[in-house]
């Protein structure tokens, strides 16, 4: 079972930036598609952006677009979002995920197909 450590989160003002980490213990190669999911408060979690290990597939939401970068290290086995001009509305919980059934591929944007999840970080943004 491998296991999700996030970090880079905290508190930053509107338009600012922000880039949060996820390393995945348990290999130094890529096994997985990772990605990010964020919950703000008294809100449903939502997809953020995920990741191929070929580095070719990736998806994004439509509200980062544009914004926000994914990006991987296939050889530490890490995931990287760097969070450019912030909003007040991205404030949330930030979690990293990895699915278990796509190598390489188009990403699922649905929760239910991720299977790692890490413990979360919170992004605050303020107006």
């Known amino acids: 079972q491998a296991q999700l450590e996030e970090s880079g989160g905290g508190l930053v003002q509107a338009g600012e930036s922000l880039r949060l980490s996820c390393a995945a213990s348990g290999g130094t190669s890529c096994r997985y598609v990772m990605g990010w999911f964020r919950q703000a408060p008294g809100k449903e979690r939502e997809f953020v952006a995920a990741?191929?290990?070929?580095?070719?597939?990736?998806e994004y939401a439509d509200s980062v677009r544009g914004r926000f970068n994914i990006s991987r290290a296939n050889v530490k086995n890490t995931v990287w979002l760097q969070m450019n001009s912030l909003k007040p509305e991205d404030t949330a919980v930030y979690y990293c995920?990895?699915?278990?059934?796509?190598?390489?591929?188009?990403?699922?944007?649905?929760?239910?197909?991720?299977?790692?999840w890490g413990q979360g970080t919170q992004v605050t943004v303020s107006s």
């Open positions: 990741i191929d290990c070929s580095g070719r597939n990736i």
């Open positions: 995920v990895g699915d278990l059934n796509i190598y390489v591929g188009p990403p699922a944007t649905t929760q239910y197909e991720y299977d790692y």
